[in-house]
Nanobody, 118 residues
Framework: QLQLVESGGGLVQPGGSLRLSCAASGKTFDYYRVGWYRQAPGKEREAVACISSSGGRQFYADSVKGRFTISRDNAKNMVYLQRNSLIPEDTAIYYC???????????WGQGTQVTVSS
């Protein structure tokens, strides 16, 4: 089983930046496309970013394109989400999940809360 653990969430002011991290263990990490999803209270889960197993291909939701950057370091079994120019609408629980891009992911982290507020 692939285990995923998110970290880096917290409170940030509008316009600020925050980097989320996803640490993987239990299986060969570089086999998977890994993505970030988010869910705010009363809203559906939204896929925000996905990165290929090699890191060469990336997907972003229109709502975050140009502000968020997904990256990975397979040697460290890590995936990151750099979030710039944050707005209150980015407030949500963010989940690391795999595989992304071809259906409902099989593996999920526990989630990390991100709150964007002044």
């Amino acid at each position: 089983q692939l285990q995923l653990v998110e970290s880096g969430g917290g409170l940030v002011q509008p316009g600020g930046s925050l980097r989320l991290s996803c640490a993987a263990s239990g299986k060969t990490f570089d086999y998977y496309r890994v993505g970030w999803y988010r869910q705010a209270p009363g809203k559906e889960r939204e896929a925000v970013a996905c990165i290929s197993s090699s890191g060469g291909r990336q997907f972003y939701a229109d709502s975050v394109k140009g502000r968020f950057t997904i990256s990975r370091d397979n040697a460290k079994n890590m995936v990151y989400l750099q979030r710039n120019s944050l707005i209150p609408e980015d407030t949500a629980i963010y989940y690391c999940a795999a595989p992304c891009g071809l259906g409902y992911p099989d593996y999920w982290g526990q989630g990390t809360q991100v709150t964007v507020s002044s």
